[in-house]
């Protein structure tokens, strides 16, 4: 019999943005996954200036940490979506 994984509701939330992004994702899923996702859903195009990371708990969340890892037993995760400029950009 297969395994069923588990999935769990994430939203993350981004101050330039008029909505939040909601999804489920499995337990196994990568942050860098909904990483990813968020920032197409939120329309956002990285252009080499911006850095784009998750917050949790007011702490970054690296992107090779899975949605499990982050949610323990939760059935729900909120993320928030943080900018920083890169310095020397061009």
């Known amino acids: 019999m297969p395994v069923q994984l588990k999935t769990i ?3 993350v939330t981004f101050a330039a943005a008029d909505h939040d992004y909601d999804h489920e994702y499995e337990t196994n ?6 990483l990813r996702d968020a920032l197409t859903g939120f329309g956002v195009a990285t252009d080499g200036t911006t850095r784009y990371y998750l917050k949790h708990d007011g ?3 690296p992107a090779d ?3 499990g890892d ?3 037993h939760a059935r729900s995760l909120h993320l928030k979506l943080r900018t920083e400029t890169i310095q020397g950009a061009s």
Request: glycine fraction near 12%; avoid cysteine; hydrophobic fraction near 45%.
């Open 9 to 11: 509701k994430v939203k």
């Open 29 to 34: 899923s990568l942050i860098g996954d909904v």
């Open 65 to 67: 940490t899975t949605v």
């Open 70 to 72: 982050v949610a323990g």
């Open 59 to 61: 702490d970054e969340v």
